[in-house]
C-alpha cells in the first residue's frame, strides 16, 4: 500500500471559514512533509512543508500541523476563499535509503461553497 | 526566473511513433525528476536526476527514456507507447538531490496515446 494516504477524498467548506485537510503516513523514517496545491490543468503548487524536528509551521493563511506519535499531518486553511479550491496533497521522504522523489497522498478536492 | 517550463503543452500521439517531452529550468537546482500523474490520483515518480546522472529509475519500461544534456533540460523519450500511458507527465526540479528540499513543478504535458 501507499506510504501516505489522505481521510478524506472531498471536502466541502463554506467560504470565510476555516479548512482542515488530513494525511497520515506509515513510514516512520519520513522526515520531511509537504503540502501541494493542485489546480485544475496545472502542476502541483508548493504551499508550505515542515520537518519531523518541529510540529508546527505557519505561513500565510495556512498552518501545517505534524504529530509524529501516531504519523498524522494536517493543513489549516484560514478564512477560505474561492482561489483556494484544488485538490490538496501531502507528500514525504524519508531519510532511509530509499528513493529522493516524494511519495503523494492520494489527495483531497476542496470545494468552497458561496 | 523561478518556474520549471514544460513543452508541449498537449501531446497525442500513435503507438507506433516517437515523440519528446522537454523540461527546462534556469534555477540552478541540479536535481530534476519526471512524475507521471493519472486522472484523479496522484503523481507518482518516474525518474530522478541528480547533477545530470540518473539516479533513481522507478521501475519505468524502456518505451520511456530520459535524458539529461545539462543542469537546465530534462528530456523524456517516447517510443512505442501504449493507451494505458496516456496521463499528465510532470517535471519537477530541486536545489540538489538530498531530502528535504522543496521541488518546483512544471504544469505538465498531457500525453494522449491512440
Known amino acids: 500500500g501507499e506510504s501516505v494516504g489522505l481521510h478524506l477524498p472531498t471536502l466541502s467548506v463554506q467560504e470565510g471559514d476555516n479548512s482542515i485537510i488530513n494525511c497520515a503516513y506509515s513510514n516512520s523514517a519520513s522526515d520531511y512533509f509537504i503540502w501541494y496545491k493542485q489546480e485544475s490543468g496545472k502542476g502541483p503548487q508548493f504551499i508550505i512543508d515542515?520537518?519531523?524536528?518541529?510540529d508546527k509551521r505557519q505561513g500565510q493563511r495556512v498552518t501545517v500541523l505534524l504529530n509524529k506519535t501516531v504519523k498524522h499531518l494536517s493543513l489549516q486553511i484560514a478564512a477560505t476563499q474561492p482561489g483556494d479550491s484544488a485538490v490538496y496533497f501531502c507528500a514525504e521522504t524519508d531519510s532511509g535509503g530509499g528513493a529522493d522523489g516524494l511519495t503523494f497522498g492520494k489527495g483531497t478536492h476542496l470545494i468552497i461553497q458561496p | 526566473d523561478t518556474e520549471v517550463t514544460q513543452t508541449p503543452k498537449h501531446l497525442v500521439m500513435g503507438m507506433t511513433n516517437k515523440k519528446s517531452l522537454k523540461c527546462e529550468q534556469h534555477?540552478?537546482?541540479?536535481?530534476m525528476y519526471w512524475y507521471k500523474q493519472k486522472a484523479k490520483k496522484p503523481p507518482e515518480l518516474m525518474f530522478v536526476y541528480s547533477y545530470e546522472k540518473l539516479s533513481i529509475n522507478e521501475s519505468v519500461p524502456s518505451r520511456f527514456s530520459p535524458e539529461c544534456p545539462n543542469s537546465s533540460l530534462l528530456n523524456l523519450h517516447l517510443h512505442a507507447l501504449q493507451p494505458e500511458d496516456s496521463a499528465l507527465y510532470l517535471c519537477a526540479s530541486s536545489q540538489e538531490r538530498a531530502r528535504g528540499h522543496e521541488q518546483f513543478f512544471g504544469p505538465g504535458t498531457r500525453l494522449t496515446v491512440l
Open positions: 515542515i520537518r519531523s524536528n518541529m
Open positions: 534555477m540552478g537546482h541540479r536535481a
